[in-house]
């Protein structure tokens, strides 16, 4: 038997120093809902104490739209829920073509059980080329309950 131990790669974190995206000068947002007191702006914001919040409950759509195309090779969003217990189930989809046809980037399910479980911080590397939109689809709990969707930050670099 011949034998060679290999070294386990470790998958680089992203770097504080990443270069994201100025999404609010460099995008159009459209969403289906958010509460006065947590517009969706707060989303983009590096300050994590804001949060976007749903004005209505159950399924959110929140999309970006370039003003020219841009490339990605990460995409960062971060969850919270401190209150209600749920399964949160989100969906990230692009478009390279101004929206006409979207591209699944992933499709996620995450269980919020507070106060021990209550924040989803869901990172990934990807090489995303020519993006002319991209959209977020949050379904704030997959068993029908009354939950309202809601986003600390979505970032893309």
């Known amino acids: ?52 919040r749903a004005a209505n409950p159950g399924k959110q759509t929140i999309r970006l739209l370039f003003d020219h195309p841009q490339n990605s090779e990460c995409i960062r969003l971060l969850f919270r829920e401190e209150t209600q217990a749920r399964t949160q189930e989100f969906l990230l989809r692009y478009s390279a073509d101004g929206g006409i046809s979207y591209q699944e980037i992933l499709r996620q399910q995450y269980t919020f059980s507070p106060p021990d479980t209550c924040l989803q911080v869901e990172e990934y590397r990807v090489q995303l080329q020519g993006i002319t939109a991209m959209e977020l689809t949050i379904i704030p709990d997959i068993n029908g309950g009354g939950a309202h969707a809601s986003m600390v930050q979505w970032q893309i670099a």
């Open 1 to 52: 038997m011949r034998k060679k131990r290999i070294e386990a790669s470790v998958q680089n974190p992203v770097s504080v120093d990443q270069q994201w995206l100025d999404l609010e000068s460099l995008t159009q947002v459209e969403f289906t809902s958010e509460q006065i007191a947590n517009p969706i702006e707060n989303a983009f914001s590096p300050d994590t104490d804001s949060t976007w």
